[in-house]
Nanobody
């Protein structure tokens, strides 16, 4: 599975962005997908995840109620809608795919994209 993120950019606090994670590979619909982020000088952290069917979603407390993860398996794409953005959301955002395991655990993910920069100005 190969993953490519897009949709990052510069936005003012309170604004919105939608990230996309496009996947190649016929088995993409069998994988759970997660979004992680890494700010300068910090460890990569879990943001959100969605099960292979889209029936289950998971969020970090810091983004719950502001971010929404969704997927369209027909398009091999997972989305992260980010609303009410804050300066502390500034980071490189990565999508990743996991065949099984705990959706919040970074070590469960086998395939990673190259990342897309999100910058939120105050």
């Amino acid at each position: 599975v190969q993953l490519v993120e897009s949709g990052g950019g510069l936005v003012q606090a309170g604004g919105s962005l939608r990230l996309s994670c496009a996947a190649s590979g016929r088995t993409f619909s069998s994988y759970a997908v997660g979004w992680f982020r890494q700010a300068p000088g910090k460890e990569r952290e879990f943001v959100a995840a969605i099960s292979w069917s889209g029936g289950s979603t998971y969020y970090a407390d810091s983004v719950k109620g502001r971010f929404t993860i969704s997927r369209d398996n027909a398009k091999n794409t997972v989305y992260l809608q980010m609303n009410s953005l804050k300066p502390e959301d500034t980071a490189v955002y990565y999508c990743a795919a996991a065949y099984s395991g705990k959706p919040r655990a970074i070590y469960e993910y086998d395939y990673w994209g190259q990342g897309t920069q999100v910058t939120v100005s105050s």
